[in-house]
């Protein structure tokens, strides 16, 4: 035991003061010296992440350039996490969960402060719950289709960001409006039993019992900031209302709660479709490579592996253009005119070199270098100026909670 403490003490002289303290704050948890060792290892990389991390949470170009900068310091753990924890092991499923875990870690990252642990820690956190999600069937592919294991289950989550902003949208509504729809499309209760459970009882608790079972049913709502705060301070303003009190004379509580539930979603499901084209045009709009916005809406819309477009290399990027067309057509609410207008820019630009093929795009690994055209346009997209998009984002690809079931991204 003495050796063992002077072995300790040996260690904690050579640090610099401020991984010094680190350690010293967390001696109580070792179970001996090899642990000692992995300790300072990892408070040596916090201390070294630490600037970078403070820069990389401002919502600037120096922010994202400092992330740039962060995120090839950490990318090898986060795979490392994901290839352990993940359920389909080829690598395009590791690269696609790697690049949501990159997503959700910068959404969230102004959220982090070192009083919660290591970054790498928290980090990690993130890797692991994108591998636990992630699909278990080819990128695209319909689960009954037979193109894969079974689905069940099993989707992909976006970033606790994308539940905020929904969640906004929905509280924007009278809280008669909100309460019913919440209770009927998100939590599946039927007006009936609305009526019967909570249509004579003061609407701050109704609000109180839907955010308990919002985040039994999601527990990633407990990271959303808020939830239903907006609401609940809607509500307060007359503490006493019930949803009874919100009825005309003439009115039916059930009647009426089946009304404003669906006036809520088909404005929702409006909104939704709406920001999604504004979002889709932005993408095909963007000042980088005709290439890369191709390789971004053709990976995340179609959610098809890299290797799928790596095997089409050949094909010129039009014609290319035209399949993603062809192809995304059902994904969505979009019909084709929709997506060809919202897919103009990008083939108006790639009409000035019209012979141009996807090969002549790269001059080493063109399935890597995909990944990277991706992931450059995904990172502006959702970067700095990443609020309002990420539910417009997560319709798009296919992800989008389930307000009223998965199909069609889910509203």
């Known amino acids: ?97 790697e690049s949501l875990a990159m997503e959700a870690i910068w959404v969230d990252l102004p959220e982090y402060s070192r009083d919660q642990g290591f970054f790498l820690t928290w980090v990690r956190a993130y890797a692991k719950n994108q591998a636990l999600w992630h699909k278990c069937r080819p990128l695209g592919a319909d689960p009954g289709s037979g193109d894969g294991p079974p689905a069940v289950g099993f989707f992909e989550l976006p970033p606790s960001a994308c539940y905020s902003e929904l969640l906004d949208m929905i509280q924007d509504r009278a809280p008669c409006e909100a309460v019913s729809f919440l209770l009927n499309k998100y939590l599946d209760w039927k007006p009936v039993a609305i009526a019967l459970t909570y249509g004579d009882q003061p609407l701050p608790g109704v609000v109180a019992a839907i955010q308990a079972e919002m985040v039994a049913r999601d527990p990633i709502l407990a990271r959303v900031k808020g939830k239903l705060a907006k609401l609940q301070g809607k509500v307060m303003l007359n503490p006493k209302k019930t949803l009874r009190d919100c009825l005309t004379p003439e009115d039916a509580l059930v009647e009426s709660i089946t009304r404003w539930s669906g006036e809520v979603k088909r404005s929702l499901g409006n909104q939704v479709i709406s920001q999604a084209k504004e979002f889709f045009k932005m993408a095909c709009r963007l000042r980088v490579g005709d290439h890369e916005k191709l390789s971004f809406i053709w990976n995340r819309f179609l959610r098809e592996p890299t290797g799928r477009l790596c095997s089409l290399a050949k094909m010129l990027l039009l014609d290319l253009l035209d399949l993603f067309s062809n192809g995304y057509l059902g994904m969505n609410d979009l019909p084709g005119p929709e997506i060809s207008n919202c897919t103009q820019p990008l083939r108006t630009s790639m009409a000035k070199a019209p012979r ?20 450059r346009v995904q990172g502006i997209l959702l970067g700095p100026a990443h609020d309002r998009h990420l539910v417009a984002y997560s319709y798009l690809c296919g992800c989008l909670p389930g307000v009223a079931g998965p199909a069609k991204g889910g509203v």
């Open 1 to 97: 035991m003495a050796s063992e403490q002077l072995e300790i003490g040996r260690q904690l002289a050579d640090l610099p003061p401020a991984v010094r303290r680190t350690v010293e704050n967390k001696l109580a948890d070792l179970s001996g010296t090899k642990s000692l060792t992995d300790l300072i290892a990892a408070a040596v990389l916090d201390e070294e992440l630490a600037p970078i991390v403070e820069r990389a949470k401002r919502r600037d170009e120096q922010g994202r350039l400092a992330f740039d900068e962060l995120w090839p310091k950490i990318q090898r753990h986060i795979r490392n996490v994901i290839r352990v924890w993940i359920r389909c092991k080829a690598s395009e499923y590791v690269e696609a969960a």
């Open 356 to 375: 141009k093929r996807l090969e002549d795009c790269s001059n080493s690994d063109l399935c890597a270098d995909i990944v990277s055209w991706r992931d």
